[in-house]
């Protein structure tokens, strides 16, 4: 974290000098001093990277360095506001007199002593600087790692027969409710078993619903229960109780078929009791999968319990190699050292996959044997968590000083928590975690970063997305212990936890925190104490999380998080009903915002936060547009606008050159009527853009609508809702006569009203990878104009978004397409083959009730792994004579291994058949 705090300050410093001189007017002399400094100090870090970290002597020197530019960091910031509010006052004046730089040159003079320290500490660790017989060495050579696929439970070794065992259990048995528990000590693969069940076909056909539930040794029941509602309805209701959640469960499961609930590290018996109490007996064979290192929890609901067994010597040898290599061989140079490391592992399945992340990318003996040396049989073979603490800091030792501070910063979430990947990347980028490379963006280099740390296995894949990349992760139990203590020590994240008295409050150390992440429960108190306490300038970030709204906070949150944290930069308190007061907009070094509230529009207030990169606002005010007023065009550091509701987006500002093109990212969702040239042409960097509402007026040749799209020569996610809710009651038709737009006419015959498809006029960029569209009703016709992107690996269309009875696409089309997917649509013949989507790897079919088959054609293409129908009844029959032939392919390894998934309907709450 010591390099982590003087990048973070020199990048702020150097930023400064080149977009803000006219705040650093008078003391230009002094910056360019510090950053002078901070440099130095960035290059003897470096140099000092090999040293090893538990060194005593080492580690208290660099908490001294730290805790200086951390003192730097804070007197900049103080000057920084004090700077923008003299600026705001004398708009006219061209220099500020700043007395109070005073703060920031008493800190220099102390970086300075730091540097003459400096000297004395590279004199006193010379030789350990030079050595390179550490195993911290191999860090310093920075390979590239292999991929290393975690979520494909097929290649878990030893798992097949167990799976086979647990999914009978499952599925055959008593008509009465019944557990299946999954016991094992940690580390030997319970939650690995029990997703590969999960997500096996056939309990995914057996079981209408499949519900998974993460508790761990603490849980919140009202967050169980609506983990449960979100995957029995499409809308939940967060203001009900707990007891009328129970009842809705209970009425949906007593009519509905049979449904599994795997509930996943159990630590005690109640839980399940609870679950138990929520599922009604009623003869469905609904089932509780639970997993537990605990034989006595399990046995008190079932005394037969699944016990997992450690994998054998060459079982271990097999999957390390699997991890480390794929499908490619192992060196016969590197085996017989492999063969060892694997023994070692003692059968432990994680320790087997943490080893893997050391070893993935060293390619000499010498780095194989130096892995071997420092593993340790102590570090593994116990049923102590505490033994592994070893094994993980190996592999955390072998990250990068920025991949460290990373991988800790995942503790600021609960424990068992699933993160969402691209909330995770936005707050390291805020919190400065991610170094500037000019050639990659700051949200590929932590793209990359994330991608690392699952490769390294040090984060779990829980979900992706169709094009493959990382939806959600979370960090294994015995991690997040890691995680959470070495975070602590580095002063990363202090977490406060079920604390609701005033007294642990008020004793609670924050002196040196940085990063505060607290616990819904301690809300009240601890916001009443925050106001009489003095300012704590050195807290820079405050998280909350909740499974529930918390609506009592509301009107003195700001006043108290402007009085106790004044130069905070990260607030992410979506669970906290917000309110926007003078207060609030004090906090001007805000670089991430996450809130919720009563919003019916963006103040015009916010271009005060001139440092804002992310904007995330969930209103719960019942509107269908949100309306920034603020001039986001004016705020030239702003990169990510969430919104869950379509968004006006204000005019481009008149004092601003048109010329001058915004830094926006990702404009998530936006009102139909902000679609304009206007906007397209001020925001030419958007990667990411949702559009949601009535969008037919886009869709017409006097329009400009989406003309301007191709103007977005670096967009490469798109996604079109058409939310109009009179349109349910419009009957389509096709009319070959006008095809020119979109339209309503009256039918003669029933004096109905009818809409004619509407067409799509626009062109779409290139750069495309990812299209979704929804209810957007277009003719089958105009996919010609979508198999030319040559870029589009992903197409979704959903809900009605192509209509009519044939589609055949143009040969040579959809060059690089590798997820297609279509829901509810009333085609009937489609002719297709290998040549219109040669790099096809799956295709779901949803609700296509009148398909009357699956292109034959498409047996041919090589890379082809699924097709998935739910509710497309007539095309099962060829898609079954399509798996026949794949998997005959694939008995001659001429192509890659094919599944086929066939779902039932799901049935409503009320439907008894």
Known sequence: MTEVAVNSLLEKLLELGRENTELIVGVKDDVNDLVADLQILKAFLKDASKIDGDNQGWKQSLKEIRNVVYKADDSVDKFLVEAKEHQDTYPAAKWIDVPYWINVKNVAKEIQAIKNKVKDLQVKYKPLLETDTQLSTLSMTSPQPIQINLSDEDDVVGLEKEANTVIDRLIHGSEKLEVVPIVSMAGLGKSTLARKVYRD????????????????????????????????????????????????????????????????????????????????????????????????????????????????????????????????????????????????????????????????????????????????????????????????????????????????????????????????????????????????????????????????????????????????????????????????????????????????????????????????????????????????????????????????????????????????????????????????????????????????????????????ETLIIHTTHKVRTFEVKADIWSMMRLRHLHVNVPTKLPPSSASISKERECNIHTLSVIAPQSCTSEVFTRARNLRKLAIRGQVFSLFDNNASGLSGLDMLKRLEKLKIVNDDPNLEKLKMVNDDQDLEKSKIVYDDQDDSQVMIPPVMVF?????????????????????TKLGPLESLEVLKLRQNAFSGEFWEPEIGSFARLEVLWIEKTDLQIWKASSHNFPRLKQLVLILCEELEEVPQGLADIPNLQEIRLECTYKAVKSASIIAKKKMEDHASSSVSRFRLSVFPPHLDADDSS
């Not at 003869?283 to 008190?300: D, L, P, Q």
């Not at 016969?332 to 070893?359: F, M």
């Not at 062109?763 to 996919?783: A, E, F, G, I």
Request: proline letters at 4%.
């Open 201 to 612: 076909s056939r309990i995914t056909f057996e079981f209408v619903s499949c519900i998974w539930v993460n508790v761990s040794r603490s849980y919140n029941k009202t967050k169980v229960l609506l983990n449960i509602l979100k995957h029995l309805r499409k809308q939940l209701d967060m203001n009900k109780s707990d007891d009328q959640m129970i009842r809705e469960i209970r009425t949906f499961l007593g009519h509905g078929r049979r449904c599994l609930i795997v509930v996943d590290d159990v630590w005690s018996t109640d839980i399940i009791e609870f679950i138990k109490h929520v599922f009604p007996n009623n003869k469905k064979g609904h089932r509780i999968m639970m997993t537990s290192r605990f034989e006595e929890v399990g046995s008190c609901f079932n005394h037969d319990c699944h016990k997992l067994t450690f994998l054998t010597d060459e079982e271990s040898w097999f999957l390390l190699n699997l991890k480390v290599f794929g499908k490619r061989y192992c060196p016969s140079e590197l085996e017989e050292t492999g063969r060892n490391i694997a023994k070692k592992c003692n059968g432990l399945p994680l320790s087997v996959l943490v080893t893997a992340g050391v070893l993935a990318g060293r390619t000499t003996k010498r780095e194989w044997q130096l892995v071997y040396e420092n593993m340790g049989d102590c570090l593994i073979y116990s049923n102590d968590p505490r033994t592994y603490v070893g094994l993980i800091k190996m592999s955390y030792d072998l990250l990068s000083y920025y991949q460290q501070a990373c991988f800790l910063y995942c503790a600021s979430f609960p424990q068992s928590f699933n993160i969402p990947a691209w909330k995770l990347i936005h707050l390291w980028i805020a919190e400065g975690f991610i170094p500037i490379q000019k050639q990659f963006t700051l949200e590929e280099q932590a793209e990359e970063c994330l991608n690392d740390l699952t490769k390294k296995n040090l984060l779990m894949v829980i979900e992706q997305s169709l094009d493959g990349k990382i939806k959600t992760c979370r960090l294994n139990d015995m991690f997040y212990e890691f995680c959470e203590k070495e975070a602590i020590e580095e002063d990363i994240v202090c977490a406060i936890k079920n604390a609701p008295d005033q007294e642990s409050l008020e004793t609670k150390d924050l002196g040196t925190c940085r990063r505060l992440c607290i616990d819904s429960s301690t809300l009240s108190n601890f916001l009443k104490e925050l106001r009489k306490k003095p300012p704590m300038e050195n807290v820079k970030s405050f998280l909350c999380f909740s499974s529930k709204p918390i609506d009592n906070q509301t009107p003195n949150m700001n006043k108290s998080l402007h009085k106790g944290f004044p130069l905070i930069k990260v607030l992410d308190v979506e669970p906290i009903r917000s309110l926007f007061s003078k207060d609030f907009y004090r906090l001007l070094h805000l670089k991430y915002i996450s809130l919720s509230g009563e919003f019916k529009a963006l103040p015009l207030m916010f271009v005060k936060f001139w440092n804002l």
């Open 763 to 783: 062109m779409l960029p290139n750069t495309l990878r990812k299209l979704t569209l929804y209810n957007t009703r277009l003719n089958w016709r105009d996919m």
